[in-house]
């Protein structure tokens, strides 16, 4: 069965120091990842996405995630968390463009941020 | 750069009734998609079109749903006969015609049924 798996429900880091939300997935098909982060009352904002090629995607707010076909993982990093980056952060799969089927969303990682 | 749009942000409805949500997906997206995120929990798809017909469709999208693109622009999710368990942040989402091309969603309507 198709699925995402974030293990970690809440992660706490200082401002300034590093981070990494991990997510895995089970997909029969080559997969199409992304990450999308909610802030509070708001959407989900797409973050970035990998479909093919270089298996390092940089996406926006200074966010990067790295494909690794062996491990099912699309982890997503950023090296210097800034406070404006609290929010819930959701991987998923999926199929893009065209007749595209439905996105499958992990629960969810919520991001705490110390001054 | 072009947004989802949905309204209203809040229903508050009786149970039993009748509720239409709203979305207004970006102008030259092709495939329209409705999501659901019950409190507390993931983020499930309920429906998808394209074309003015329902391309897919998950369990969760019983008689009790319907959607529609009455115009040129907006694209509704019609839910009869509310119960309970449908108070959940209900989302739209659009995606262009072309391959590489991601959903984009709106900021959500919260329904809440009393």
């Known amino acids: 069965a198709q699925s995402v798996t974030q293990p970690d429900i809440h992660i706490t880091v200082s401002e300034g120091a590093s981070l990494e939300l991990r997510c895995n997935y089970s997909?029969?098909?080559?997969?199409?990842l992304f990450w999308y982060v909610q802030s509070p009352g708001q959407g989900l904002q797409l973050l970035l996405k990998?479909?093919?090629?270089?298996?390092l995607v940089q996406g926006i707010k200074g966010f990067e995630a790295e494909f690794k076909r062996s491990q099912s993982s699309f982890n997503l990093r950023k090296p210097s968390v800034h406070w404006s980056d609290a929010a819930e952060y959701f991987c998923?799969?999926?199929?893009?463009?065209?007749?595209?089927?439905?996105?499958?969303f992990g629960k969810g990682t919520k991001l705490s941020v110390k001054p | 750069e072009p947004e989802v749009t949905q309204t209203p942000s809040h229903q508050v409805t009786q149970m039993g009734q009748e509720v239409i949500l709203r979305c207004v997906p970006i102008?030259?997206?092709?495939?329209f998609y409705w999501y659901r995120q019950i409190l507390g929990q993931k983020v499930e798809f309920l429906v998808s079109f394209y074309n003015n017909e329902i391309s897919e469709k998950s369990e969760i999208f019983d008689d009790q749903f319907s959607v529609e693109r009455p115009d040129g622009s907006n694209f509704t999710l019609k839910i009869r006969s509310t119960k309970l368990e449908d108070s959940a942040m209900y989302f739209c989402?659009?995606?262009?015609?072309?391959?590489?091309?991601?959903?984009?969603f709106g900021d959500g309507t919260r329904l809440s049924i009393l």
């Open positions: 102008s030259n997206h092709l495939y």
């Open positions: 990998y479909f093919s090629g270089d298996t």
């Open positions: 998923a799969v999926g199929a893009l463009g065209g007749s595209q089927g439905n996105l499958i």
């Open positions: 997909y029969g098909a080559t997969p199409y």
């Open positions: 989402a659009s995606s262009g015609g072309t391959v590489n091309q991601p959903q984009h």
